[in-house]
C-alpha cells in the first residue's frame, strides 16, 4: 500500500471548525499525520491546491444492496465521495431469509434492486450476506441494518395480524442474532407489508434488543403525508419506551397539507433531544420523493403478499373499491391523502415491453389512451407485476430547506439504482448540496456541510476511527473543488457522475483519480461491534 501526501488542499477536519490549508499524510490506510507542512520522502504527492480535502460521505439510506454484488465499479456513490452506504433499508432486504422468504422478498423489492440472474443468493444470515460482500470487490464501504418487515416475514408471515408471543420472542432472538453477526441496527418499513401490520409495542420489543447492542432504529414510518406528525410522534415513543437511538430515514414532511410545516417536525425532535431520546435524521435535496407503483395501494391489497396482491387486482369489485379510496381519502399506502396521477411519473419498469412509459404521469398516459387513471394504474401493475418504480412530485423546498439545517440532520441518498430513469438523488445527493445548498444558496456553510455528510454520521453508526480527518483514522477522504462541485444528474439523464470531485480514497487506496474510476476496490463489509458503543 502505497504512501501518499495530500499536499496543500483545505482541510475540513469534520469538527465544524473553519478549515485550514495544510497536508495529509496517509499511511497504510489510515491518516499519519493532519495539517501544516509535512516532509514525507518517498510517497506519492498528490496536490490538492485549491482543493477541499474532507472525510469521505456516508450516505445514511442506500438501496444497493444487490448493486454492490454486481457493480464492482459502483460508480453513483463512488464519483459523488461516498466512502460508506448503509443499506438494509426500509424493513425490506435479503438477510437474514429463509427458503420460503426469499424468493417473495425479491419480488417484492425488484422495484428496488432488481432481480440479477448473477446474484445466487447463497446466504440466509446476516453474517452470510456480510461475507458475500467480503467475497466481491466493493468501491465502497457497506453497513448493513436488519429490515424489520423481513424478519416479520420469517416468523409472522405477510398477514395483518399481531405476532405471538412465541413468534415475538422468535423475532427478537433474530434482531438478536443479526445485531451480534454485524448489523447496525433495524430498519423499518411502516407502510410496506408487512412491516405496516406491526404495532406500536411489536417495535418497542424489536428495539429493545437493539438498543442492547448498542445499535439504532431507523424507520420509514407509518405516513409522510396527512399523518406524518403522528407517524413521527410514534417513532419517538418507541425511541423512549425501548431506550434505543432512533435515526428518522428521509425524514420529510410531503404533501400540499405539510406546506411549510417542517418546523413541526423538528419541534418534535427537539423536545425528544431535550427529554433524553437520541434522535437524528436524513434527508436527500431534492423534491420528488421515489418508490414503487404498488406502494400506494392500501394494506389490505397487499397482505399476503405479492401473489395475493395481483390476484385481487385481477377482481373488478377490489378495484372499484381501491380507486373510490385513492380518489377520496387516499390509503394507508398513499400516505392518507387523495392520490393525484399528475404527480405520479413512471421512473423504470419491470418489463421491457412497458419501456415507452417510462417518464410519463399515469394522469398522461391515461388521457391519451382516453380511459381513468385509476384503470390505467391498475393494469400496469398486473401487466409489470408490481415492479413499476415511480418519482412522486410532493415535496416543499421550504421542507427540504429546514430540514437540511438541523443540528441533527445527515444525508441519505435513498436512491434506486435500477430502471431507466431513476431518481437522479443516487449519483447527485451529496455534491447537490455542496453545490447548490452550501455554495450557491448558503443554506449551510462548508464546513457545517461536512459535518453532516460525514462527521455525524459516522457518530451515528459508532464509527469511531472514520469521519474526521484526523491522526489515526480510516483514510476515507474526498477532495474537491468548492467553487466547480456540482451535481450533473437530471430526472432526463439521471445516471451522469459530479463535476469537481476529482479524488476519492477508501482506506487509503484512490477509487477516484482525476475524476475516473480507478481499477481499486478496497471497500469492504462494516460490522457493528457493540463493545465499542
Known sequence: ????????????????????IGDVLVEDGRIARAGGRIVAPRTRVVPAEGLAVAPGFI???AHSDLAVLTDPDHRAKATQGVTTEVLGQDGLSYAPVTDRTLPVVREQIAGWNGIPETVGFSWRSVAGYLEELDAHPLAVNAAYLLPHGTIRMNVVGLEDRPPTADELERMRAEVDRGMREGAFGLSAGLSYVPGMFAGTDELVELCTVVARHGGFFAPHQ??????????YAEMIDVAARSGCALHLTHATMNF????????????????????????????????????????????????????????RLRDRDVRLRVARELA???????????????????????DASLAALVGRTIADLARSEGRPPEELYFDLLVRDRLGTTILHHVGDEDNVRAVMRHHR????????????????????????????????????????????????PARRLGLRDR?????????????????????????DDPRRPAEGIPWVFVAGEPVIEGGERTPLSPGRALRHDARHC
Request: net charge negative.
Open 1 to 20: 500500500m502505497t504512501a501518499v501526501l495530500l499536499r496543500g488542499g483545505l482541510i475540513l477536519d469534520g469538527s465544524g471548525r473553519p478549515g485550514v
Open 59 to 61: 450516505d445514511m439510506h
Open 222 to 231: 407509518r405516513s409522510y403525508g396527512a399523518g406524518a406528525l403522528d407517524g
Open 256 to 311: 400540499d397539507v405539510n406546506r411549510g410545516r417542517a418546523g413541526e417536525l423538528l419541534g418534535l425532535v427537539d423536545r425528544a433531544v431535550a427529554g433524553g431520546v437520541d434522535v437524528s435524521l436524513d434527508s436527500y435535496p431534492y423534491l420528488p420523493g421515489s418508490t414503487t407503483l404498488s406502494a400506494l395501494l392500501p394494506s389490505w391489497v397487499q397482505a399476503g403478499g405479492p401473489e395475493s396482491t395481483l390476484e
Open 328 to 350: 377520496t381519502t387516499g390509503s394507508d399506502g398513499s400516505h392518507g391523502v387523495a392520490v393525484d396521477w399528475a404527480v405520479v411519473q413512471v421512473a423504470g419498469v419491470r
Open 409 to 456: 440532520h445527515t444525508a441519505g441518498s435513498d436512491g434506486i439504482l435500477v430502471g431507466e430513469r431513476p431518481h437522479p438523488r443516487a449519483w447527485g445527493t451529496f455534491p447537490r448540496y455542496l453545490g447548490r445548498y452550501v455554495r450557491e444558496e448558503q443554506v449551510l456553510t462548508l464546513e457545517e456541510a461536512i459535518v453532516h455528510l460525514s462527521a455525524r
Open 467 to 491: 469521519g474526521r480527518v484526523a491522526s489515526g483514522f480510516v483514510a476515507d477522504l474526498v477532495l474537491f473543488d468548492p467553487e466547480r462541485v456540482a451535481d450533473t444528474a437530471t430526472f
